[in-house]
């Protein structure tokens, strides 16, 4: 059985190195990755104060639950994600794949909309007849399975595949 509601492990106990490794997260979040995290963080105010949408914390990140068709949309710290989805199988998983563009985004900054966010549109929304028929995993595309390799190792969960 898959708890949906587990939260990426906290640091609760605080030390120094825990600490300075926060630090260094958000300062390179909010430098290098300033433009992505602008954009995300604009859609997270509107999403959370004007449309009173449900948000929670996980890992670094904040997650956006949406009444959308759409899956999961990942912009430097903001994730955003289909509310209720009927799977919670697919909820657990995507909140670590999204996860997973998050520190993609710390590593590649500005580049994240051309060599991540870019080809994964297209492959979502462009390919999905083709996966279909071929009967290929939308996690084939190289930025799905580093999103998905690196979502487990910084979330600390596996996901459920």
């Known amino acids: 059985m898959i708890d949906i509601t587990k939260k990426a492990p906290d ?25 992505v995290n602008i954009v995300g963080g604009i859609a997270f105010l509107i999403c959370t104060k004007i449309k009173k949408r449900r948000y929670q914390r996980f890992g670094y990140s904040y997650i956006v639950y949406l009444p959308w068709e759409s899956g999961g949309l990942s912009l430097g710290l903001f994730i955003f994600m289909k509310d209720q989805h009927k799977s919670k199988k697919w909820t657990y998983n995507t909140r ?21 966010a870019l080809p994964s549109a297209i492959w979502c929304n462009c390919f999905a007849g083709y996966r279909k ?18 979502g487990q190792k910084f979330s600390r969960m596996d996901m459920d595949l």
């Open 11 to 35: 640091k609760k106990d605080k030390n120094f190195k825990n600490s300075l490794l926060d630090f260094l997260f958000y300062l390179v979040q909010w430098t290098w990755s300033l433009p």
């Open 133 to 150: 028929n071929k009967n290929i995993s939308y996690y084939k595309l190289y930025c799905e399975s580093w999103a998905n390799a690196w």
């Open 96 to 116: 670590i794949h999204e996860y997973g563009h998050t520190w993609q985004c710390l590593l590649l900054g500005p580049l994240y909309y051309i060599i991540i």
